[in-house]
């Protein structure tokens, strides 16, 4: 069966300091892969998306990017974080049954 | 894009009771589904429903893709069903998955 893992669940982290997240797929291919931001509140806003190695789509300017190095393996990256750029970060992947989203990172910038 | 409404924004349940969410958006879909996230943030697939009507246990969906809307019913509600339930749609093109504002469901003893 496919499982999504993603991590850390929390991170905590000053302005001005990188970020790396990582999101991995197992039990499928070359699967559709996604990273939502959830702000406080409810919405969730689709940040990148990849339909394969290398190839990523941005949804919206902003001061994080993403990575594709492996058929199965996302990472969300920045090279400073900003205190907007905290909030809960999600993992997706798509397949027959629809969106299944991984457990989440919570990031608290400070 | 598509713009999914949902209603109500917030719900109070006394234990036991039975609720109606509802979802509407604005276009033609590929995939419509329904989601609970629980208290820790993680998003629980529900019912993966772009039409018809479909039951696991205590909840059950239809959605009517031709009036362009969705209900999400929830009967004899337990405390573990508290959290926010979360419609979101995509198109037949596109790879955009568009949520909406979800209703916050809290099911009280």
């Known amino acids: 069966s496919q499982t999504i893992h993603q991590w850390p669940a929390t991170l905590v982290q000053p302005v001005g300091s990188p970020l790396s997240l990582e999101c991995t797929v197992e039990g499928t291919s070359n699967p559709n892969l996604y990273w939502y931001r959830q702000a406080a509140g409810r919405g969730l806003q689709l940040l990148f998306y990849?339909?394969?190695?290398?190839?990523i789509s941005s949804e919206v300017p902003q001061n994080l990017s993403a990575s594709r190095p492996q058929d199965r393996q996302f990472i969300l990256s920045s090279k400073k974080l900003l205190l907007s750029d905290s909030g809960f970060y999600l993992c997706?992947?798509?397949?027959?049954?629809?969106?299944?989203f991984g457990s989440g990172t919570r990031l608290t910038v400070v | 894009g598509i713009q999914v409404e949902q209603s109500p924004p917030d719900l109070i349940l006394q234990e036991g009771a039975n609720s109606t969410l509802r979802c509407n958006f604005s276009d033609s879909v590929n995939n419509l589904q329904w989601f609970h996230q629980n208290p820790w943030g993680q998003l629980i697939n529900l019912f993966y429903i772009p039409s018809g009507t479909k039951q696991n246990g205590r909840l059950s969906a239809t959605t009517v893709a031709t009036e362009r809307y969705s209900l999400l019913y929830i009967s004899s509600s337990q405390t573990t069903d508290s959290g926010v339930y979360f419609c979101?749609?995509?198109?037949?093109?596109?790879?955009?998955?568009?949520f909406g504002t979800g209703t916050s469901l809290t099911v009280i003893p």
């Open positions: 997706a992947w798509t397949g027959r049954a629809g969106y299944t």
């Open positions: 990849s339909v394969g190695i290398g190839q």
């Open positions: 979101a749609v995509d198109r037949w093109t596109g790879n955009q998955f568009y």
